[in-house]
């Protein structure tokens, strides 16, 4: 054992272990939804939904790392340049002080087999905002490591920076899907009608706008001990136009973002950029499969070979690009690609594959 002077003066460079606390009066967190559906038939074969969500949670959780934060870095040396308790290094208290807020529109059309043919089409329209998504516990999903803000940026006022939209607020969804089935049109010729029929063609629709992300630079230093990692802190933002993700893969110029404040009077200031400021491209995915049915005996044994064929347009499917003003050249330019919504190889870290995949497929059924 020892004490922290103790150990110091052996090891200078020892720093004091973590700390993580939950305020006594933390409440469960709590949701109230409210919705409203109209749904209009065309015939009998053809059904219209239209409808709102729109939910509001409070009471959400939200992890607070700056409680033990100090002036790293300071240009006024009355200022303490220590932690308030040296004995701790970075003290992280969980709170329950999140919100969050929905608004969502839906439109479907769905239309039953007519003629060998059947498909859908869903639309959603909205808006999703909180504090901190996930209650900062994990990215939002694989393809936003580094990107998330998973803590709260200004110790005093957790809506000033961190509110703003989630990490999955994709304003736009649009999703469609068929399937036809080509009708005998041979049935007294049954050598023409086994090559004729029994052809079965389906496909998928993806499309979406894009993703919100946030601009940091980890070349300041953080007084606070950093937000997702150790010192990510949001630059300034000079103004003008933000280029289109939708037409280049540069989507941030670094010329309009600085990396230290407009003053001297706001030395140590957050930035001027909020959480999720930003977009990236949107996303757009096909797929497709075809094949053919061989009846082999009347009794209904039949046997199907075909053909999957997953981004079949082999279009690319962007990433948020480099968010990072310390990383030089490559801040602002896109460098990945996302893992695709539908895959033979599954949906987890690591089964991205950019490209155009084709499986061939073999069916007895009996």
């Known amino acids: 054992g020892g004490t922290l002077s103790s150990i110091q003066a052996q090891i200078p460079t020892f720093t004091g272990p973590n700390y993580y606390t939950v305020v006594p009066s933390f409440k469960n967190p709590r949701y109230a939804e409210w919705n409203l559906e109209v749904q209009q038939a065309f015939g009998d074969k053809t059904v219209a939904t239209l409808g709102y969500v729109g939910n509001h949670g409070s009471n959400l959780a939200v992890q607070q790392n700056g409680l033990n934060a100090y002036c790293k870095v300071c240009p006024f040396g009355t200022l303490p340049s220590a932690a308030p308790d040296s004995r701790f290094g970075r003290i992280r208290e969980l709170t329950n002080q999140g ?10 059309l769905n239309r039953r087999l007519t ?76 050598l023409l009608s086994s090559v004729v029929g029994g052809w079965v063609t389906s496909g998928v629709i993806y499309k979406r706008s894009g993703q ?5 630079d980890t070349g300041l230093t953080s007084h606070t001990t950093g937000n997702n990692s150790a010192n990510i802190v949001m630059p300034f933002f000079l103004g003008g136009s933000i280029p289109s993700c939708k037409v280049d893969i540069t989507c941030l110029n670094s010329a309009q973002f600085s990396e230290n404040p407009p003053a001297l009077d706001n030395f140590g200031a957050f930035g001027n950029t909020t959480r999720n400021q930003f977009r990236g491209p949107g996303y757009f995915d096909m797929d497709m499969t075809i094949k053919k049915n061989f009846r082999i005996t009347e009794s209904g044994l039949t046997f199907s070979m075909g053909a999957n064929a997953y981004n079949v347009l082999n279009h690319p499917r962007f990433a948020n690009p480099d968010n990072n003003l310390a990383d030089g050249s490559a801040f602002g330019h896109i460098q990945s690609t996302v893992t695709p919504a539908s895959s033979p190889y599954g949906n987890f870290q690591g089964s991205a594959v950019s490209g155009r995949v084709l499986q061939l497929e073999l069916e007895v059924k009996f």
């Not at 859908?120 to 393809?143: E, M, P, R, V």
């Not at 919100?212 to 940091?216: A, D, K, M, N, R």
């Open 99 to 108: 919100i969050s807020n929905y608004n969502g529109m839906t439109a479907t």
């Open 115 to 190: 003629k060998g043919l059947q498909g859908s089409i869903n639309y959603t329209w909205s808006h999703a905002l909180d504090d901190i998504s996930n209650a900062g516990f994990d990215q939002y999903s694989f393809n936003t490591a580094g990107e998330a803000f998973l803590y709260q940026v200004d110790p005093k006022n957790l809506r000033r920076y961190n509110y703003g939209n989630a990490d999955y607020d994709f304003r736009q969804n649009l999703s469609a899907s068929y399937i036809y089935e080509m009708p005998s049109m041979f049935k007294g010729n049954r």
């Open 212 to 216: 919100p992300y946030s601009v940091v």
